[in-house]
């Protein structure tokens, strides 16, 4: 599957799966933990077999020890049981101990592999999933899938063990007697199948209505200024309290699902087992079996019996399971758009950083009727500085995804050094360039860590030699931690100038080919203006540059200016050629620097 469609991704939830299948996507999680694996079957077994001997010995007591009339041989049956149950002790905290472990492992490979993949994917999927959905499923549902390994899994392998072996005990204890309690398993297994299917869709249904009100919940706490600005608490806080009611409804239905469920399992049971019991008494009576194997035939059937209601009850927590796993396995099976090819070209040395764009055509997949960018065709020489300028919605953006290669273009090819993008891995290809943007996002760690971002390998002197390029040092070192300072979601908030600093910074350290510039529309005070302009001359120099233009400083600088509209090349000339030729940039240029001149003005 590539880039899921929200649409197909929602029709997929909504069919109802009827297995545990999903769950042998787990299998090769398993397989590399074999030792521990086989270490807790190993135990499972031992403590099943230990159990199942225990009714033996009970009936030994009985008719042996008790008959006899000898106390010595009473207290040799006692030590010996003393012995089964310390043995018995053992195997089962042996058996937790590796269960769990095996769980909480497989989880935590399990939520890494699913986090790397997501990096990995291409900006189509995230331009229609919901993040808070899946967060959701990066937590919750891995959750579900441990208790699934944690515990189910051996519950569900112990008590089947236990069901088996009690049930040849039970025969061999009472072959007459063991006909009645079996005859009721089929009366009890077929609708535990049916009622774990119902819970399966159910516990699915609950999820997703979750992963819903999550994806609400990250979308609103994201923006909470505008939400505030807006007054919407409320609002918001009634869509998210019907939304989780929801959410409880449908888990509501899963949990009577399985209460029916373990009530009539628990029923069926017990009937049998009185049944058995008023038969045995009578066979006592009639001396056909003695006191001591009716015991031991009683025992065997609570066990047997217990094993069966655990079964069903593990079943339907399996099945939840099962749903999560199918949910992540969706997630997995996406493929992203964007892949190096089998054998990625090796990018010649020269000519460092030619741009082409040769009869580009590309529409977005979400606006796959509304193309973006059309036949456009632009050739960019080392070195160059290209100002693109052009109305809101021309495009201007969408280039630099294509040449960061976010998306591939519908037709046309996009060259860099030559060579077609296509043919390089993206990761290469993205080394090649340094993207200072709009709004730059600065990441919940310290302010040295954030302008490492661009070469996390840098070391602490690079890292300050590329703020001072930037023009960050004075405002760094000022600040209580100097370089160490947190910031972002868990320190201090940096203002408007000075990320774009740490961004310049950061391009600093990536010291790449070619330079991709995203001007700030948002004006900053004349002193940070400065001070970002003259980061970015330097930063300018011996690049290959295509800057987004605002301001009129940047298009006067530019070697050249294209200027777009509604996806294709309007005019591309310098600033004198296009204000005399009157047309787009011209109007352009009217509104937009003539605003600027006043304000300098001013
Ligand atoms: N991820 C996306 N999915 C769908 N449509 C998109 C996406 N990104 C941009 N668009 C659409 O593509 C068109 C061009 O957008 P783009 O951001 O390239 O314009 P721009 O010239 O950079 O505009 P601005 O100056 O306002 O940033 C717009 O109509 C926009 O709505």
Redesign the pocket.
């Given at each position: 599957m590539a880039d899921a469609p929200a649409s197909q991704t929602q029709q997929d939830r909504k069919s109802v799966r009827r297995s545990l299948k999903p769950l042998t996507r787990l299998i090769p999680y398993l397989r590399k933990h074999k030792g521990m694996a086989i270490g807790a079957l190993v135990a499972l077994f031992s403590a099943a077999v230990i159990t199942l001997i225990l009714p033996n010995a009970v009936r030994r007591m009985i008719d042996f020890g008790f008959g006899a009339d000898d106390p010595a041989l009473v207290n040799s049956y006692f030590a010996v049981l003393v012995g089964v149950v310390c043995a018995l002790a053992t195997a089962s905290a042996v058996r937790y101990f590796l269960v769990m472990w095996i769980g909480e492992r497989v989880v935590a490979e399990l939520r890494s592999d699913v986090f790397a993949h997501l990096t990995q994917l291409s900006p189509t999927f995230y331009?229609t999933a919901k993040s808070g959905e899946i967060l959701s499923r990066l937590t919750a549902d891995t959750t579900q899938i441990k208790s699934a390994f944690g515990a189910s899994a051996s519950q569900a392998m112990r008590n089947f063990i236990m069901f088996a072996g009690a049930s040849v005990m039970m025969v061999v204890t009472s072959p007459r007697l063991s006909v009645i309690v079996l005859a009721a398993i089929p009366v009890i297994l077929v609708p535990i199948l049916g009622f774990g299917r119902q819970v399966r869709k159910r516990s699915r249904f609950a999820q997703d209505t979750l992963a819903d009100a999550s994806a609400y919940a990250g979308e609103m706490l994201g923006s909470v200024k505008t939400l505030q600005a807006f007054t919407h608490e409320s609002r918001s806080a009634n869509r998210y309290g019907s939304a989780v009611e929801a959410a409880f409804q449908a888990a509501r239905k899963a949990i009577m699902a399985r209460a029916a469920l373990t009530g009539f399992a628990i029923m069926v049971i017990g009937a049998s087992i009185v049944a058995v019991l008023w038969i045995g008494a009578s066979d006592v009576f009639s001396g056909r079996i003695t006191g001591g194997e009716l015991s031991q035939f009683l025992l065997y059937s609570i066990l047997a019996a217990g094993s069966l209601a655990t079964l069903s009850e593990v079943w339907g927590e399996l099945s939840q399971a099962a749903g999560a796993a199918e949910r992540l396995s969706e997630l997995l099976d996406i493929e992203s758009e964007i892949s190096a090819p089998a054998k990625p070209a090796i990018l010649p040395a020269e000519p460092r950083g030619s741009i082409s764009f040769d009869d580009v055509s590309f529409a977005?997949r979400?606006?796959e009727h509304m193309p973006?960018v059309k036949d456009l065709s632009l050739n960019i020489a080392p070195g160059e500085t290209v100002a693109v300028v052009?109305p809101?919605?021309?495009?201007?953006?969408?280039l630099f995804n294509l040449l960061m290669r976010f998306y591939d273009p519908a037709t046309g090819i996009i060259r860099l050094n030559g060579v077609d993008l296509k043919q390089l891995d993206p990761k290469g290809l993205r080394k090649q360039i340094a993207l200072v943007p709009q709004d730059t996002a600065v990441f919940g760690a310290s302010i040295a860590e954030n302008i490492a971002y661009g070469r996390p390998d840098a070391s602490r002197e690079e890292v300050i030699a590329a703020a001072k390029a930037a023009l960050a040092d004075p405002f760094i070192a000022a600040m209580s931690d100097g370089y160490d300072t947190l910031v972002g979601e868990r320190g201090v908030t940096l203002s408007g100038g000075q990320r774009q600093r740490i961004a310049i910074a950061r391009a600093v350290l990536k010291d790449a080919p070619v330079l991709l510039l995203d001007e700030a529309t948002s004006a900053l005070d004349a002193e940070s203006e400065r001070l970002v302009q003259k980061a970015l001359d330097q930063l300018m120099k011996g690049r290959t540059t295509l800057v987004?233009a605002h301001r009129l400083a940047t298009v006067l600088k530019a070697d050249r200016i294209v200027v777009?509209d509604e996806g294709r090349i309007a005019e591309t000339g310098t600033h004198a050629d296009l204000s005399a030729a009157g047309g787009l940039y011209a109007k352009l240029a009217r509104l937009q620097f003539d605003a600027e001149r006043q304000a300098e003005a001013v």
């Open positions: 331009d977005y979400n606006a973006v052009g809101s919605g021309a495009g201007k953006s969408t987004i777009m």
